[in-house]
């Protein structure tokens, strides 16, 4: 892992300092004494919901600055080659949660799960949330679910000890609702009930996510936060849109948008970050505590993906590869940077590690443990990594530099340390290289569960970019 800056920019004297001025010192102090002896460290894993790779200003973004989410880099690890499980978000958090390729389960391969409400995580299936509780972690999800709702099922069901959010794909950021009639069902839920708060759904999910450090913090019991944000998820609505909200007749909202409102989108966004960030502080939990900030898959209309091509549903670099910001100041050097190649399912296990528990071993992960090596303790490994989408009608392989593509009838080799923008095409040159890729991917798919011939994503949406 190459280290730019050194300094951890924490130390005793300032961590103490700095909560004596917020008349937290003494017990700041305990903590801290209780963190180097080997607390368990909190978790805060922050997933933004069709951010592209380049929507932030420490990714590329130059029409507007995100300082907060940003900071995590500069005070952290910047991963600079991640990418989601899928290039639609409802598979990509069946592989984060489940930390196994979502081919492996009935609800991965329905994309998206939203067409076919009666498909969900099995709620014996053990779980990242549910192996962390295991471990001794209180746990919460706040904001987006999407992997099914009904009697018996859905995030209680599944590990988290309480759920503030939406089942669904997205909602109205102020009416939260789906259908466009005011007082249509909420999907906005406490837990398994409907919740009448009102205001903006970022804004509210930020406050949620701040109640939740502070009742961990009253506790004295680590705290495993999944804080995952709808936005920039349509429809197109910023802060101060909510006069424009009853004019909303289809929630993709394909009249709506630009980038004037994608950009306070994502300002709201960050806002909300640097308010959990602030919290953090205030309580002293920053020391000891994992946050972890990515996006569910590429982005979508108005975003930037450069300098990768293709956006969300596409299993180009700009379809799956994410912004990745991990703060750890306890055990990751301030300014860390790694080439590490790394998947959404990858962090169940490397998570369990840091929180001192495992995966079940009935239900082996397909991710790796990565913690040596965001930590500096091992070196960067190679990686083979397969994705498929839409019944194959898209396949690729990344295997160590090289990546098999295939868009509907085209197929491609690429060598991405060579041309990350997927331009330079190697197959005929390297025509053993892209038969045996190409094999190795035919090989996986055959482990994997087959797309249902009713399924949703059966034979639907072949791509035809070339």
């Known amino acids: 892992m190459n280290t730019k800056d050194s300094k951890s920019g924490w130390s005793r004297r300032k961590v103490l300092a700095g909560a004596a001025a917020t008349g937290l010192g003494a017990g700041l102090a305990s903590w801290t004494q209780a963190a180097s002896a080997g607390a368990k460290p909190n978790i805060i894993w922050i997933m933004a919901d069709d951010l592209g790779y380049a929507d932030l200003s420490f990714t590329g973004q130059r029409a507007f600055k995100t300082p907060h989410i940003d900071s995590l880099a500069h005070d952290g690890l910047f991963l600079r080659q991640s990418y989601a499980n899928s290039a639609v978000c409802s598979a990509t958090r069946t592989g984060l949660i489940t930390g196994r390729y979502q081919h492996r389960l009935r609800v991965g391969l329905e994309e998206p799960i939203g067409i076919n409400a009666?498909?969900?995580?099995?709620?014996?299936?053990?779980?990242?949330?549910?192996?962390?509780?295991?471990?001794?972690?209180?746990?919460?999800?706040?904001?987006?679910?999407?992997?099914?709702?009904?009697?018996?099922?859905?995030?209680?069901?599944?590990?988290?000890?309480?759920?503030?959010?939406?089942?669904?794909?997205?909602?109205?950021?102020?009416?939260h609702t789906q259908g466009s009639t005011p007082g249509s069902a909420s999907p906005l839920f406490e837990d398994e009930k409907p919740s009448g708060d009102h205001g903006y759904l970022?804004?509210?999910?930020?406050?949620?996510?701040?109640?939740?450090?502070?009742?961990?913090?009253?506790?004295?019991?680590?705290?495993?936060?999944?804080?995952?944000?709808?936005?920039?998820?349509?429809?197109?609505?910023?802060?101060?849109?909510?006069?424009?909200?009853?004019?909303?007749?289809?929630?993709?909202?394909?009249?709506?948008?630009?980038?004037?409102?994608?950009?306070?989108?994502?300002?709201?966004?960050?806002?909300?970050?640097?308010?959990?960030?602030?919290?953090?502080?205030?309580?002293?939990?920053?020391?000891?505590?994992?946050?972890?900030f990515t996006s569910d898959n590429g982005g979508e209309r108005f975003s930037d993906t450069w300098p990768f091509i293709g956006a969300k549903t596409e299993l180009l670099e700009g379809g799956i590869r994410v912004p990745f910001f991990m703060r750890w100041p306890a055990?990751?050097?301030?300014?860390?940077?790694?080439?590490?190649?790394n998947i959404s399912m990858d962090w169940m296990p490397t998570l369990l590690a840091a929180a001192g528990g495992a995966p079940d071993p009935a239900y082996p992960p397909d991710g790796q443990n990565l913690l040596d090596v965001i930590t500096g303790a091992a070196a960067v490994r190679s990686r083979q990594l397969y994705w498929r989408y839409k019944a194959n009608a898209q396949c690729a392989l990344r295997d160590g530099d090289w990546k098999y593509l295939k868009l509907g009838k085209h197929e491609q080799l690429f060598n991405l340390a060579f041309d990350e923008r997927e331009r330079a095409n190697f197959a005929q040159k390297e025509p053993q290289r892209f038969a045996a890729m190409k094999q190795a991917w035919a090989d996986w798919n055959a482990t994997m569960l087959p797309y249902p011939a009713d399924s949703y994503s059966f034979g639907n949406n072949t791509v035809d970019r070339y």
């Open 118 to 175: 009666s498909l969900h995580i099995p709620p014996e299936h053990p779980t990242l949330p549910s192996q962390m509780r295991k471990a001794g972690y209180r746990t919460a999800l706040v904001g987006k679910w999407h992997l099914g709702e009904g009697p018996g099922i859905g995030p209680l069901h599944s590990g988290y000890d309480r759920f503030y959010g939406i089942h669904t794909g997205g909602t109205d950021y102020f009416r």
């Open 202 to 292: 970022t804004d509210l999910l930020t406050t949620r996510a701040i109640n939740e450090l502070t009742a961990a913090k009253a506790a004295q019991q680590p705290l495993f936060l999944s804080l995952h944000y709808t936005a920039p998820h349509w429809p197109w609505e910023g802060p101060e849109d909510e006069a424009l909200t009853a004019t909303l007749t289809n929630m993709q909202h394909p009249d709506g948008g630009n980038l004037e409102t994608y950009r306070r989108m994502v300002l709201a966004l960050d806002a909300g970050v640097g308010r959990v960030l602030a919290q953090l502080q205030k309580l002293g939990m920053a020391h000891n505590t994992i946050v972890i």
């Open 331 to 341: 055990r990751i050097k301030r300014g860390s940077r790694s080439e590490q190649v």
